[in-house]
């Protein structure tokens, strides 16, 4: 499988963990009428705690996979090789510093903070806005273009996991 499908189905799997936990709890108890037998119509608990032990070790096995081609394979930015975990990491700090930017744009350059009596105060900004939209701007683009530049190298890694059990 690819590392793209990998990523997708690390989530796959988180999801199907927390179902086979509220599952146990499920059928961990049932409801009877007094002097009744007790029948249970679910799985057994061991049938969710082995279903729940497999997909605890697949959930390590991709994380470790994903993790090693992460580290192994890089992607070129800005004419610099980074790899992937890194990219990964600096479009996600491209993102926050350019929604960081983006609150200063909407700010207003003066505005009147308080006014009581005769002594009126202004909060005044210490930057011009609309600079901070403008690298707002540039920054969300760096952003998306190393974002697809990770997204198409996660298509040609390929990491040997097998996958049959989930698709």
Same mark, same amino acid.
């Given at each position: +499988?690819n590392l793209?499908?990998a990523v997708?189905?690390?989530s796959?799997?988180k999801s199907k963990?927390?179902?086979?936990?509220e599952?146990l709890?499920?059928?961990? =108890? #049932?409801?009877?009428e007094?002097?009744?037998e007790a029948? @249970?119509? =679910?799985? *057994? +608990? %061991?049938?969710?705690?082995?279903?729940l032990?497999?997909?605890?070790q697949? #959930? &390590?096995?991709?994380? &470790?996979l994903?993790?090693?081609? @992460?580290t192994?394979?890089?992607?070129?930015?800005?004419d610099k090789?980074?790899?992937?975990? /890194?990219?990964? /990491?600096?479009? *996600?700090?491209?993102?926050e510093?350019a %929604?960081l930017?983006?609150?200063f *744009?909407?700010q207003?350059k003066?505005?009147?903070?308080n006014n009581?009596g005769?002594?009126i105060?202004?909060?005044?900004?210490?930057y011009?806005?609309? /600079?901070?939209?403008?690298?707002?701007d540039?920054?969300e683009?760096k952003?998306?273009r190393? *974002? @697809?530049?990770? @997204?198409a190298?996660n298509?040609?890694?390929?990491?040997?996991?097998?996958? %049959? =059990?989930y =698709?």
């Amino acid at each position: +499988m690819n590392l793209a499908e990998a990523v997708k189905l690390k989530s796959i799997l988180k999801s199907k963990f927390y179902e086979y936990t509220e599952e146990l709890h499920r059928v961990a =108890f #049932i409801t009877v009428e007094k002097g009744e037998e007790a029948t @249970n119509t =679910f799985r *057994s +608990m %061991s049938e969710v705690e082995k279903d729940l032990a497999r997909i605890r070790q697949d #959930i &390590r096995t991709l994380d &470790r996979l994903v993790y090693e081609a @992460n580290t192994k394979n890089h992607v070129t930015f800005e004419d610099k090789e980074w790899a992937l975990v /890194e990219a990964i /990491e600096l479009a *996600s700090q491209l993102r926050e510093e350019a %929604s960081l930017f983006r609150h200063f *744009s909407e700010q207003a350059k003066q505005t009147v903070e308080n006014n009581t009596g005769d002594i009126i105060l202004y909060r005044v900004a210490q930057y011009e806005p609309d /600079e901070y939209r403008e690298r707002a701007d540039v920054l969300e683009k760096k952003a998306h273009r190393l *974002s @697809n530049a990770i @997204n198409a190298k996660n298509y040609t890694i390929i990491i040997d996991f097998d996958d %049959s =059990f989930y =698709f």
